[in-house]
Nanobody
Framework: QVQFVESGGGLVQFGGSLRLSCVASGLSLDYYAVGWFRQAPGKEREGISCISSSDGSTYYADSVKGRFTISRDNAKNTVYLRMSSLKPEDTAVYYC??????????????WGQGTQVTVSS
């Protein structure tokens, strides 16, 4: 059974940092691009970062560029999202997702259940 589990969310003050983890089981992440998405209440889901499977290329939405860093440890079947200089507008449920189609693919094969990040002002 394939499963993706996010962790590391929580309550943090403005300007603080968190590191989210996305752990995969039931498959090898070696062949998957992994993206991070977020959805705030009343807003559409937003893709914020992605890391490719081939060469580890990374992509960031303008809203997080320079503040968030995505990385992967294939030996641990885990992808991380390091978030710093957090702002209240970063408050959302954060999801990871995986696809064999690459970071610009439109279809994501697997999704995690999400982890809540709340940034207080």
């Amino acid at each position: 059974q394939v499963q993706f589990v996010e962790s590391g969310g929580g309550l943090v003050q403005f300007g603080g940092s968190l590191r989210l983890s996305c752990v995969a089981s039931g498959l090898s992440l070696d062949y998957y691009a992994v993206g991070w998405f977020r959805q705030a209440p009343g807003k559409e889901r937003e893709g914020i970062s992605c890391i490719s499977s081939s060469d580890g290329s990374t992509y960031y939405a303008d809203s997080v560029k320079g503040r968030f860093t995505i990385s992967r440890d294939n030996a641990k079947n885990t992808v991380y999202l390091r978030m710093s200089s957090l702002k209240p507008e970063d408050t959302a449920v954060y999801y990871c997702a995986a696809t064999v189609a690459g970071c610009y693919g439109e279809a994501w094969d697997y999704w995690g259940q999400g982890t809540q990040v709340t940034v207080s002002s």
